[in-house]
């Protein structure tokens, strides 16, 4: 397994998903759900939290039933996935500030739309606008003959708007390239993600996924030694051996 493989039984998505032509990331959406209900809570719990308590304050059932479906596309809400139950534990142990990091992660693991437009947003340097037309192009290019132009622009602005949740753009029409503000919950997701896929020892510094976080490898290793700290991971490295092992309230089954 590596970085190019998307193992579904581990919670990935190799597959475009529809999600991103009508809805972002949805992170309000998930903050309310994830404060009301328990780490552990099972999908049907999830599920009557939003169709039945309304915790996310639709005002009708088609509209609790569609948020409870996106939300699912998004980010599976099922323990037994280990892409989830990361996500989810290490939401609930870390800062506000570090929610929207987790999310764009999550759902990108799940999406290779959003994939894709990492490829755009991440390669734009801090401070600079981020053209609208450019993240057009590579879409096209990357995903030929699979939109029409008006679904194009539509999910465009949408990654646009998920992107600036997650915190790597700001601005509302006119978006500028930030710095995400990355902790040591989102490193050990970051790690975790690439863990899952097969990537072992120094090479979960560099994957796909550390690359979310905005930060240097010499960051990203303290990051990881400060998780550790935490009690997230056991961390150690000799020489050029590095060996990473997950406590297994992060991932349920993968250690």
């Known amino acids: 397994m590596n970085a190019g493989v998307y193992p579904s039984d581990l919670g990935f998505s190799a597959t475009p998903s529809a999600t991103h032509t009508s809805r972002t990331i949805m992170l309000c959406d998930a903050e ?11 999908y049907k719990q999830l599920a009557a939290a939003i169709v039945e308590d309304n915790v996310l304050q639709r005002a009708s059932l088609e509209g609790r039933q569609r948020a409870l479906r996106m939300l699912r596309e998004l980010y599976g809400l099922n323990t037994r996935l280990p892409v989830y139950r990361g996500l989810r534990w290490l939401w609930d142990v870390s800062d506000s500030g570090e929610h929207g990091l987790l999310a764009i992660m999550s759902a990108a693991a799940r999406d290779q739309v959003l994939r894709v437009s990492a490829e755009t947003i991440l390669s734009v340097p801090i401070g600079q606008k981020v053209e609208k037309a450019s993240m057009e192009r590579h879409l096209r290019l990357a995903l030929p003959g699979r939109y029409s132009d008006d679904v194009v622009a539509r999910t465009t602005r949408n990654l ?13 029409s006119y978006k500028v390239r930030v710095r995400a503000s990355c902790g040591s919950a989102s490193a050990c997701y970051a790690v975790l993600l690439g863990y899952l896929q097969g990537v072992r020892g120094q090479g979960l510094l560099h994957s796909q996924w550390t690359g979310f976080l905005d930060a240097n490898i010499p960051q990203v290793e303290s990051l990881v030694k400060e998780a550790w700290h935490r009690g997230f991971l056991s961390y150690n490295r000799s020489g050029d ?6 406590a297994d309230s992060v991932t349920g089954r993968v250690g």
């Open 32 to 42: 309310r759900l994830f404060s009301s209900t328990q780490t552990e809570s099972a």
């Open 160 to 172: 646009l708007s998920s992107w600036t949740q997650s915190g790597h753009l700001s601005g509302r």
């Open 241 to 246: 051996v590095t060996e990473i092992v997950f």
